[in-house]
Structures are given as C-alpha cells and as structure tokens.
C-alpha cells in the first residue's frame, strides 16, 4: 500500500497492539516518510513503545491507550 500511495503525505498507523504499529512506522520512514507526517496509534503502553519515546532520533507521534 505504501508504494502504491505514494502520493499521500500524511499517515496514520493503527493497529490492535504496539508492536504492529511500530512495524507501520518503520515501514513507512524506510519509504521515505518524514516522522513528522506520521501517527503511530497503538493498544497497550508496552515497554518496547514506551522505549520509542525515549530514543535519541526523532520518531512518528504515538499515541497509546491502556
């Protein structure tokens, strides 16, 4: 999807646990995706989403809902 709407800028990733939406993420800034024009929507607050936030590099907004 991601290469055949290329056209799109801004995205939103959503998924039923964290995991998958980092997987969206990820997948969409090794397209070539700014950060800056994605939002990460993800269920649970896992520790590996909680690490996201603290990395150095600028990652997608994400939002968590416990």
């Known amino acids: 999807m991601i290469t055949q709407k290329g056209n799109y800028k801004k995205w939103i990733v959503y998924g039923m646990n964290d995991q998958v939406v980092i997987g969206g993420v990820r997948a ?4 070539g995706i700014s950060a800056d024009n994605i939002i990460g929507i993800g269920i649970n ?8 936030f603290r990395k150095q590099y600028k990652l997608a907004s994400m939002a968590r809902s416990f």
């Open 28 to 31: 969409l800034e090794g397209n």
């Open 45 to 52: 607050g896992t520790e590996e989403a909680i690490n996201e």
